[in-house]
């Protein structure tokens, strides 16, 4: 769209067709726009995905292709993907304000009017016809395909409050239009396709093709300028419908989204999506990564329903309460998550995953071994090459170290045994392990050590107890 000065709103001043005329306006399709929005953004090193993590050498090349050809597209992945996230972000290709016919039911340019009704209107005012400016969070439609989906929600039906007017059934103006006419302009998603019956795929097969839609009796020649987008499960998993043959060839473009395959962008994703209520420490979030990323090889775990980053995700968001309802009851000041939360994560998280059959009764004892080894292997990677001899030495001597959800930080640090003095110039073991993680506060100081004793305990160097809200390392 052509920059014309703006208002106090951001909207560009024209209110008529004459005075957006005046300002140089052209119009555009919609997937010209977004050509056009992209192209730019690629050309000026922006980046047109906020958000997105993983896609960069696979989904999101393939979306691109797709988008500069103007092709409708349908994301295909397992739960938990990050589809609906993708054809959220494509909003963000559209014109920040475009000009819409005033009183207009579809979002018609005033420069096209499409309507009988806004075609009557512009003869009759001309230059005069008036202008409102619709912003492009407005012009971005998303509707969660369920079985009940009717012809009349996607397309449109009669308007017996128009008829019972007065008007005539052969009157194209009783018609309501339905989410797809309405999306005219902009773009329209439709979330889990295979849901819709077959018989409401059918009606969309014009609409995809044609551009025009059909409503009972009626043929509208509507040049309806809309991107449809839609996802769905891969069809050997969902057994509850497909995408039928027809309406699957006229997307222009099917694209397979993946979960995560680097741990920093599992680990950025959680960051990102989480909300947590208190501090959980980096290296607890690259557990939790790595837990999922386990789930997501194992033999045990239903990989064809798979596993969701939604389960990683609120796992952080349960140990983060746990260390925060920790805080409140023992009356800490600061509420640091420490290891002994990641098995309350353990303890709601189970009903996310779908296990193979033959493996009933044993999800608890899978979820604990994934989680000791996704553990073990954060312990390998953060504190390899740091000598823990004195602390596994002390510990042999009788010294035991006590943990839980009723154990403070500060108390958790002063209990833990004292240790003989390092050589000349260096810092007890203690401090090195909390620099290994960055820990400086009572907190993260508190999850590091203990960290390193699970990790212990993971070698099998020293033992652990646990019970009554306790866990006892000696």
Not at 208 to 215: A, K
């Amino acid at each position: 769209m052509t920059a014309t000065t703006s208002t106090s709103t951001g909207q560009p001043p024209a209110t008529t067709v004459g005075e957006l005329r005046a300002s140089g306006h052209r119009a555009k399709s919609v997937r010209s726009e977004i050509r056009d929005n992209l192209l730019a953004a690629l050309a000026e090193g922006r980046d047109p995905w906020p958000g997105l993590h993983g896609f960069e050498g696979s989904v999101i090349p393939q979306l691109e292709r797709a988008l500069i050809a103007g092709h409708d597209v349908v994301l295909l992945g397992e739960r938990g993907q990050g589809k609906t996230r993708v054809l959220r972000t494509l909003a963000g290709l559209l014109d920040e304000w475009t000009p819409v016919l005033a009183g207009s039911e579809i979002g018609e340019h005033p420069y096209e009017p499409v309507t009988v009704a806004s075609i009557r209107r512009a003869a009759e005012l001309g230059d005069e016809l008036p202008v409102v400016w619709q912003h492009r969070d407005e012009r971005y439609a998303e509707k969660l395909a369920t079985p009940d989906t009717s012809v009349a929600d996607l397309i449109g039906d009669v308007d017996p409050m128009k008829v019972a007017e007065g008007r005539s059934l052969g009157d194209p103006e009783t018609i309501h239009f339905g989410l797809i006419p309405r999306s005219h302009r902009g773009i329209v998603a439709i979330n889990e396709l295979p849901d819709l019956a077959e018989r409401i795929q059918v009606a969309m097969l014009n609409v995809m093709e044609e551009r025009d839609i059909q409503i009972r009796g009626y043929v509208l020649r509507l040049p309806l300028d809309v991107l449809v987008l839609a996802s769905a499960n891969p069809e050997d998993y969902t057994n509850r419908g497909r995408i039928i043959t027809p309406l699957k060839d006229r997307f222009g473009a099917e694209i397979r989204t993946h979960y995560p395959l680097e741990l920093a962008d599992e680990v950025a994703v959680i960051r990102q999506e989480a909300h947590l209520v208190a501090e959980v420490p980096d290296v607890l979030v690259e557990i939790l990564a790595r837990f999922t990323r386990a789930l997501r090889g194992s033999n045990a775990v239903d990989q064809r329903s798979g596993v969701s980053a939604r389960f990683a995700i609120a796992g952080a968001e349960t140990v983060a309460a746990a260390a925060l309802h920790r805080a409140t009851v023992q009356g800490e000041e600061g509420a640091v998550a420490r290891v002994v939360d990641l098995e309350t994560a353990v303890d709601v998280l189970g009903g996310k995953i779908e296990f193979e059959t033959g493996e009933e009764g044993r999800e608890r004892e899978i979820l604990d071994h994934l989680l000791r080894t996704a553990t073990a292997e954060a312990v390998r990677d953060h504190f390899r090459g740091l000598d823990l001899g004195a602390l596994v030495e002390a510990i042999e001597d009788g010294a035991t170290v006590v943990t839980g959800e009723q154990v403070t930080a500060r108390d958790f640090l002063t209990g833990l045994p004292p240790l003989p003095p390092s050589e000349a110039g260096e810092a007890d073991v203690y401090d090195r392990i909390c620099e290994r993680l960055g820990a400086t506060d009572d907190g993260s100081r508190a999850s590091a050590v203990e960290l390193a004793l699970e990790g212990l305990y993971l070698a099998r160097r020293v033992a652990k107890e646990s019970g009554d809200g306790e866990t006892v390392y000696g």
